[in-house]
């Protein structure tokens, strides 16, 4: 059974920093590309950023690119987002997505539950 369940939300003031993870089992994660999606209250889906199955290289979003950095170990089947400087439009709940390949395609199989970020002062 394919399992993804991300992990450190929470509330953090404009210009702060939050780590997430997303902690997979039940499919070889070194094999997939994964990716982070989001979604703001009252609004659709947001495709965050992606990475490769072997990590060296990663593709953003224009509202995050410079701020945010995905990255992943293999080793533990894990998948980060470190997210500075951080604004109030950044705040959504987080999705840690499996991709059907292995390439920056936003087409998913296996989603998580989310997990919230609340940017506020």
């Known amino acids: 059974e394919v399992q993804v369940v991300e992990s450190g939300g929470g509330l953090v003031q404009p210009g702060g920093s939050l780590r997430l993870s997303c902690t997979t089992s039940g499919f070889t994660f070194s094999t997939y590309a994964m990716h982070w999606v989001r979604q703001a209250p009252g609004k659709g889906l947001e495709w965050v950023a992606a990475?490769?199955?072997?990590?060296?290289?990663?593709n953003y979003g224009d509202s995050v690119k410079g701020r945010f950095t995905i990255s992943r170990s293999n080793a533990k089947n894990t998948l980060y987002l470190q997210m500075n400087s951080l604004k109030p439009e950044d705040m959504a709940v987080y999705f840690c997505?499996?991709?059907?390949?292995?390439?920056?395609?936003?087409?998913?199989?296996?989603w998580g539950q989310g997990t919230q970020v609340a940017v506020s002062s």
């Open positions: 990475i490769t199955p072997s990590g060296t290289s990663a």
């Open positions: 997505a499996k991709a059907l390949g292995t390439s920056f395609s936003p087409e998913y199989d296996y």
